[in-house]
């Protein structure tokens, strides 16, 4: 689980949908990145500049807010959607990344969100898990049957400790300085 992990996938990504976009004469292939993202560790940014694509949300300087009031204007089902990242961000760097380990943290984060819990992340350190949740979520976590649910849950996913991270619910928790000692962040709008 490297750090340029994201760089490989998405220049992966890129050049196999620039290839589709070249079939159907599309002069761009599009990504998702908005404006907020430049403010955390983005590796994959930089193959998306390599490889010539666009980020129009990102270039028109749309926020993760923006973009949610423009589309709850639309009307779109999805408006308030939870931001969700790939499973891997869910593994620290370094840590290698396994089919077992992606579906544990998908199973326990599916659990969490069919009891109601919007934007969370189950953050996996090998038998530990380290569930974030936005602070207005963590009084859930005070119920003792809701607790004693949540932890039977996880033991039997196959975690040992599950643990609650105070600090809440945390866009690249995982990109701490620590974790990114001498890293760069992309700092380019286009």
């Known amino acids: 689980n490297p750090k340029e992990r994201c760089y490989f996938c998405k220049r992966e990504l890129i050049s196999q949908l620039s290839g589709i976009a070249r079939e159907h004469n599309l002069d761009y292939v599009l990504d998702g990145s908005n404006y907020d993202d430049l403010a955390d560790y983005r590796p994959g940014m930089k193959a998306v500049r390599e ?9 028109s300087l749309l926020t993760k807010n923006d973009i949610r009031s423009l589309s709850r204007q639309m009307n779109l089902s ?6 969700l990242a790939c499973l891997a961000s869910r593994i620290p760097y370094g840590d290698r990344i ?3 380990k992606l579906i544990m943290i998908d199973q326990a984060e599916a659990f969490l ?17 380290r569930i974030e949740v936005l602070p207005e979520d963590i009084p859930l976590f ?5 607790r004693e649910k ?13 643990t609650l991270d105070l600090q809440g619910y945390r866009m690249g928790s995982m990109n701490e300085p620590d974790d990114l000692k001498g890293e760069q962040f992309e700092d380019r709008l286009f």
């Not at 999805?78 to 931001?83: F, I, Y």
């Not at 005070?142 to 809701?146: A, G, I, S, T, V």
């Not at 949540?150 to 400790?161: H, K, P, V």
């Open 51 to 59: 490889l010539g694509a666009r980020s129009p949300l990102k270039e």
């Open 78 to 83: 999805t408006w308030n959607k939870p931001s």
């Open 98 to 100: 396994t089919k077992e």
């Open 113 to 129: 969100r069919d009891l109601g819990i919007g934007q969370l992340r189950v953050r996996h350190h090998e038998t530990i898990a």
């Open 142 to 146: 005070l119920q003792p049957d809701l």
């Open 150 to 162: 949540i932890s039977a849950r996880f033991r039997e996913i196959g975690y040992t400790f599950v």
